[in-house]
């Protein structure tokens, strides 16, 4: 089983910044790629960035630029740096994390519990 744990949330003015973490722990084979979610309320999930085991990274159109997400394999940790922050970027923040596990050699998904950002105008 692996453990999922979010922080960095937090109120922000629009053009402020954030750094969210995903630290990740347990029993697991390795780590393969790892991303960040949202999800305002009313709306579906949506992938705000991915990054690859071998570091290659992935980003919704409206963050480029102003997102930068970033892992620190040693640690089983992974960040999202937000810059330029905008009242649109509100959202709860998911942190996904796909494993493969020792036993199986199988790929798993598993979610964190979600940290509030949020922006104000």
């Known amino acids: 089983q692996v453990q999922l744990v979010e922080s960095g949330g937090g109120l922000v003015q629009a053009g402020g910044s954030l750094r969210l973490s995903c630290a990740a722990s347990?029993?697991?084979?390795?780590?393969?790629?790892m991303g960040w979610y949202r999800q305002a309320p009313g709306k579906q999930r949506e992938l705000v960035a991915t990054?690859?085991?071998?570091?290659?990274?992935n980003y919704r159109d409206s963050v480029k630029g102003r997102f930068t997400i970033s892992r620190d394999n040693a640690k089983n940790t992974m960040y999202l740096q937000m810059s330029s922050l905008k009242p649109e970027d509100t959202a709860v923040y998911y942190c996904?994390?796909?494993?493969?596990?020792?036993?199986?050699?199988?790929?798993?998904?598993?979610w964190g519990q979600g940290t509030q950002v949020t922006v104000s105008s």
């Open positions: 996904n994390v796909r494993t493969i596990a020792t036993a199986t050699m199988r790929t798993y998904g598993y």
């Open positions: 347990g029993s697991f084979f390795s780590i393969e790629t």
């Open positions: 990054i690859t085991s071998g570091g290659t990274t």
